[in-house]
């Protein structure tokens, strides 16, 4: 499957350069072109999946081996201190290209990156009635 416009999908095919780092049947990972830090790397899925919803299990099982592999290697061979892997869903959270990818970026005490969310409190009911809806979706009767 893929997507004649897509960068990411050109990417794979060879039609783009990239600065490949891995590559199996399934999966690639590659520097990004705008990196956040030294060693900023994308693990893509080869077929052209918008979001995480649509890809098949095997496939994303094998992703995440590589996700595991290529956050090994960035720690050992930059020498980072941490790690943020970040994976967008749909343009609202910020997904600029619409071909499943994670970011994996090397972080270090000094780099300045920072990274936040706001802690909300919400109320008891709301988050016991989120809970019940999110549990009865997943078959959880815990
Ligand atoms: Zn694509």
């Known amino acids: 499957m893929r997507d ?7 990417i794979v095919a060879g039609e783009i350069p990239s600065k490949k780092i891995y590559e199996d049947e399934t ?10 830090n030294p060693g900023h790397t994308l693990v893509v899925a080869k077929d052209h999946f918008s979001t995480i ?10 992703l995440s081996k590589v996700l595991k592999k290529v956050a090994s290697s960035i720690r050992e061979s930059m ?8 994976q967008f869903n749909g343009s609202v959270a910020g997904q600029t ?10 972080r270090s005490k000094d780099d300045g990156l920072g990274f936040a ?12 009635a989120t809970r019940k809806k999110l549990a009865e979706k997943m078959g959880y009767r815990g």
């Open 53 to 62: 919803l649509g890809i098949p299990e095997d496939n994303l099982y094998n």
């Open 27 to 36: 999966t690639i990972a590659f520097l990004d072109i705008y990196p956040a």
């Open 117 to 128: 969310w706001p802690h909300r409190q919400l109320p008891e009911e709301e988050m016991e």
């Open 79 to 86: 020498n980072a201190e941490g790690l943020n892997i970040l």
């Open 4 to 10: 004649p416009n897509c960068i990411f999908c050109k």
């Open 97 to 106: 290209i619409p071909h499943l990818h994670f970011h994996l970026i090397p």
